[in-house]
């Protein structure tokens, strides 16, 4: 079964602390995304990696950097976290070739309050 | 630019009729993929249904079918039967033309199933 793995499903911080959160995909994806969902707006792209050192902008990378040193990994960080930074951030992977249908796997989303 | 357009922030239905959910897109790419998203309270993302652009036929899954109308650029989904069970946040979501498989999400739409 498809993995795609969070590691955090609830954090709290305080402002100004630096947050890591990380993805990981059990499924040799090239392509590794971050997003993020806020009520009203949907789900924003952060940025995406398509391949391991390799990343790109999405629509919304203010305040975000990104991290992916190996194929299975890919870390979104806050590097000092602010309180409109609070939101649900989820990680998505896939193939690289674009296929058809069911390419794009999530996983079950990080729930990030910063106080 | 590529954008996903859903005008229905929230939906009644009743139990075992059927509901549509709307959805726009924008594009210039001839070659594109629509998707539908549900998002249960618990927060996953769960595919339901496909269609690409050179598609012929509207794609079915099960009680899900998508009304795929390319002129108007409209990829509606159609629940037919509705469940308690499908009481959650619908997204509308396109590939875009690149390779990567990054996704455009719509705001979505909170649909709950009346007893």
């Known amino acids: 079964d498809v993995k795609v793995t969070q590691s955090s499903r609830y954090l709290v911080k305080r402002t100004g602390e630096k947050v890591f959160l990380e993805c990981v995909q059990d499924m040799d994806h090239e392509n590794m995304f971050w997003y993020r969902q806020d009520p009203g707006l949907g789900l924003r792209l952060i940025y995406f990696s398509y391949d391991v050192k390799m990343k790109e902008k999405g629509d919304i990378p203010e305040g975000y950097s990104v991290s992916r040193e190996k194929k299975e990994r890919f870390s979104l960080i806050l590097e000092s976290a602010s309180t409109n930074q609070t939101s649900m951030y989820l990680c998505a992977s896939s193939l690289f070739y674009r296929g058809s249908g069911n390419t794009i796997y999530f996983g079950e989303g990080s729930w990030l309050t910063v106080v | 630019a590529q954008k996903i357009t859903q005008t229905q922030p929230g939906m009644f239905v009743q139990e075992k009729e059927a509901v549509t959910l709307d959805c726009t897109y924008d594009t210039s790419d001839p070659s594109y993929g629509l998707f539908w998203y549900k998002q249960p309270s618990s927060g996953e993302m769960i595919f339901l249904i496909y269609?690409?652009?050179?598609?012929?036929q509207n794609a079915t899954e099960g009680r899900y079918s998508l009304n795929f109308q390319k002129a108007r650029k409209s990829a509606n989904l159609v629940i037919s039967a509705s469940q308690l069970g499908d009481s959650a946040m619908y997204f509308c979501a396109m590939r875009d033309g690149g390779a990567t498989n990054k996704l455009i999400f719509g705001t979505g739409t909170l649909l709950a199933v009346q007893p």
């Open positions: 269609q690409g652009s050179y598609d012929q």
